[in-house]
Every structure is written in C-alpha cells, then in structure tokens.
C-alpha cells in the first residue's frame, strides 16, 4: 500500500554503496524523491529539505553523538518519520532508539522494500496525528 498524497521525499544517512544503490533504484522507480548524507546534518538543513522520513544508520554518525542527533531531530521535527537502519544491535539500543524517538528500527541487512513499507507506514501514522 501506497501512502495516498503523493510521493514521499526520503532522506538517507548511510555509506553502505550497495545497499544506496540497490534502494536508490527502488526509490526511484516509486517514483519518491531521495537525497543521501555522508553524514549528520543540522536539523534546520532537514527542515529546509521538506522530507517526510529519515531513514539513517547510527553506525555512520559519530559514536558520541548518534543517540544526541536522535533525540535532537525527533524533538526539532516531530512531523518526521525517523527509521533507524543499522547493523548489530543490542535490545537495549534499539529500546533507546525508540525512546529517543525512532519510529521504527530495521536490521541490516535488509530489503530496501522493507524499508520503503516501514516509510509508508510510519508517514501515514503521522498523518493521521
């Protein structure tokens, strides 16, 4: 199912060059749009990028400040979709990710279908708030 008022726009942090091109080409034919980031990005850049959903793998963010970047877009961006995608991770991280504000968290690796589906629900329970 599809989320009914148009294509999403999708930001990606993740390095992971076979899992960005495999979804990007995904994206694409879905026709959402897409930006990849090296990187944490100031949460006004976010804003400014007018996107739906996040979907960021803590591994590349700064192991001091991956949780603090977390909570920081959550609380700055509530209207946002924020899933964690990400390798080797414990209970308890993925019960702080939760309650620092992911919506939903994904394990790498995954099928970027997986991760479009988990997009669309989490945008279309934001939409309805």
């Known amino acids: ?10 930001a990606v942090i993740d390095r992971d060059p076979s899992f960005l091109q495999v979804l990007g080409k995904r994206l694409d034919a879905a026709g ?3 930006r990849v980031l090296n990187g944490a990005v100031p949460a ?3 804003v400014a990028m007018k996107i739906n959903a ?4 803590l591994t590349v963010l700064p192991p001091d400040d991956s949780w603090s970047f977390l909570e920081r877009v ?3 961006m509530p209207g946002l979709g924020v899933i964690v995608c990400t390798t080797d991770s414990t209970v308890a991280q993925r019960v702080r990710g939760l309650r620092l504000g992911a919506d939903d968290w994904v394990a790498k690796p995954c099928h970027p279908e997986e991760v479009m589906a988990r997009s669309e629900a989490v945008v279309r329970r934001r939409r309805r708030v």
């Open 54 to 57: 996040l979907v960021v793998d």
């Open 1 to 10: 199912m599809s989320v009914p008022t148009g294509a999403l726009r999708v």
């Open 44 to 46: 006004d850049e976010l």
């Open 32 to 34: 959402w749009q897409h």
């Open 74 to 76: 959550a609380g700055l």
